[in-house]
Nanobody, 118 residues
Framework: QVQLVESGGGLVQPGGSLRLSCVAS????????MGWYRQEPGNERRLVAV???????DYISSVKGRFTISRDNAKNTVYLQMNSLKPEDTAVYYC????????????WGQGTQVTVSS
């Protein structure tokens, strides 16, 4: 059972920055795709950014150029650097590990709240 622990959320003013971190309990990055999802109240959880086991990245259009997903294999940590934050980025952000393509499982973190408000 892989555990994912997020941190780094908080309250920030519009235009500000935050960096989210997700620490995995095992070294899975060579197999698992790692993603950041977010969920606003009343809405479904949706993918924001992903980094594959090969290191390729992808983003939803609304965060391209503002968010950057990266990982540190030595620390078993995935990051989401969020710049130029907007009120519409307010949500609970979840870390996800998806290994289904390799016969693995899907794991979720507990979530971290990001609030963008003046």
């Amino acid at each position: 059972q892989v555990q994912l622990v997020e941190s780094g959320g908080g309250l920030v003013q519009p235009g500000g920055s935050l960096r989210l971190s997700c620490v995995a309990s095992e070294n899975i990055f060579g197999i698992y795709a790692m993603g950041w999802y977010r969920q606003e109240p009343g809405n479904e959880r949706r993918l924001v950014a992903v980094i594959t086991s090969g290191g390729s990245t992808d983003y939803i259009s609304s965060v391209k150029g503002r968010f950057t997903i990266s990982r540190d294999n030595a620390k078993n940590t995935v990051y989401l650097q969020m710049n130029s934050l907007k009120p519409e980025d307010t949500a609970v952000y979840y870390c996800n590990a998806d290994g289904r393509h390799a016969g693995g499982y899907v794991y979720w973190g507990q979530g971290t709240q990001v609030t963008v408000s003046s």
